[in-house]
């Protein structure tokens, strides 16, 4: 009956079109009626617990430097390089866009961010190009989603916040599999244009790549600061969000002076009101949350997985179906907040390990972000590129099944995940 009363409000309020904090409080208070303890206190308290925790700092600054990025030129100049270094290859527009999806997700960690930057920069491109627009689109939005998974990563934080799992090694954890989906689209790409009989771009002179390169390395500068900083403990991921901003600030307005200080309260502003919305459903989620705990939710789910449990790669498997199902309908955050505290109780008693179901994790919510009706990364695209939404999903789709071929695989095969993270944590 617990469980019942728990989804019947969440997806009973979702279906009557209450924003998602909102459900999320909703659905708190009535397994509180329901319980007969409800307090007003109790869910007052929760919400400023919610938000009162210092790894979330992160959020904001990581949003700022994503939002710096797009407004200063660093996202212009890292396309210019890929555009010089595989541009002249059959295709090479697209991959152009899924190399300069895997170096932006390295900088901002925001799917949303990347995919809205690549849409308004190589779109236009590929289609002058003779490419099928709504076959580009789904390609960027199919890119843009490795945001979440190479660090930094905003979903990684937010895991790691709900999970109480490191979010360092989260972070070096996510660089193997972000690779791998990249690698995953290079391959879906290479099967959709083969048969193009488009004339590539010239290939660049050996002057323009090192001009490209040039231009571009304070940019490309960023990823490696960050994952060095955090793989020998120089500095947290909380503090590696200040670095990535401050230092995309300065390159933005000192280096490039593409950004003028009379642009940077509207881009404070945009990255303040994006964080405001996260953290409410942070603060929100802790309400349901904590009635998850006190109802014993995660047992009822645990009886439910039971038949699963003898075997951690069938039960990974079940989760990740779950998981899927769940992200056709409910955007990412959301997702993480709600189902993090009800299956980590789970993954524990299975044995199995937190950080590899965090990065599994992730990876599945992040293709929640372009699968349909939902897909918060696909209506970005649309609105970016003037397409509609049956033409984006018709293009995506070739893309997120590789993707879903991958998670496949590191659902089969965990050392493909745990071997690279153990390698990069020493």
Not at 150 to 169: D, E, Y
Not at 230 to 240: H, M
Not at 364 to 393: D, H, Q, R, W, Y
Request: hydrophobic share 60%; net charge neutral; charged share 10%.
């Amino acid at each position: 009956m617990t469980v019942t009363v728990f989804l019947g409000s969440l997806l009973g309020a979702m279906a009557i079109g209450t924003p998602i904090a909102f459900a999320l409080l909703l659905c708190g208070v009535a397994l509180m009626f329901h319980m007969d303890l409800f307090d007003a206190q109790i869910v007052a308290q929760n919400v400023v617990n919610g938000a009162d925790s210092f790894p979330l700092v992160a959020v904001p600054f990581f949003m700022l430097a994503g939002e710096v990025m797009n407004a200063g030129g660093l996202s212009r100049r890292i396309v210019a390089v890929a555009m010089a270094l595989v541009g002249h290859i059959r295709g090479g527009l697209g991959y152009v866009a899924i190399l300069a999806s895997c170096i932006l997700a390295s900088l901002s960690g925001s799917a949303v961010a990347d995919a809205a930057a690549l849409s308004a920069l190589l779109v236009p491109m590929m289609v002058r190009a003779g490419h099928d627009k709504a076959r580009s689109c789904g390609l960027i939005a199919a890119g843009g989603i490795i945001a979440p998974i190479i660090p930094p990563s905003i979903g990684f934080i937010l895991f790691g916040v709900a999970a109480n799992v490191s979010i360092t090694k989260l972070f070096l954890a996510g660089i193997f599999p972000g690779l791998m989906l990249g690698l995953g689209l290079v391959a879906a790409w290479w099967l959709v244009v083969r048969h193009e009989n488009l004339a590539p771009p010239p290939r660049a002179t050996k002057g323009e790549v090192a001009v490209a390169v040039k231009d571009g390395f304070w940019a490309l500068m960023l990823p490696g600061i960050i994952i060095f900083g955090l793989k020998f403990g120089i500095f947290t991921p909380t503090e590696a969000a200040v670095v990535a901003a401050v230092y995309a600030l300065f390159v933005a307005v000192v280096v490039y002076r593409e950004l003028k200080p009379s642009q940077l309260f509207d881009l404070f502003a945009s990255a303040a009101t994006t964080t405001a919305v996260v953290m409410f459903l942070v603060a929100a989620a802790m309400v349901s949350a904590w009635m998850i705990t006190i109802a014993n939710l995660p047992a009822q789910v645990g009886d439910l997985l039971e038949p699963f449990m003898g075997s951690p790669t069938l039960l990974m498997a079940a989760i990740m179906v779950l998981v899927v199902i769940v992200g056709t309908a409910m955007d990412m955050t959301p997702t993480i907040l709600i189902l993090t505290p009800v299956l980590m109780p789970v993954i524990k008693q299975a044995g199995i390990d937190p950080v590899y179901f965090g990065v599994l994790f992730i990876i599945n919510n992040a293709i929640g972000l372009i699968t349909p009706p939902v897909g918060t990364v696909l209506n970005v695209v649309c609105g970016v590129s003037k397409v509609s939404m049956e033409g984006v999903i018709k293009g995506v789709w070739p893309f997120m099944l590789v993707q879903l071929f991958v998670l496949f695989l590191l659902t089969l095969f965990p050392s493909l995940v745990m071997v690279p993270a153990a390698w990069l944590s020493h």
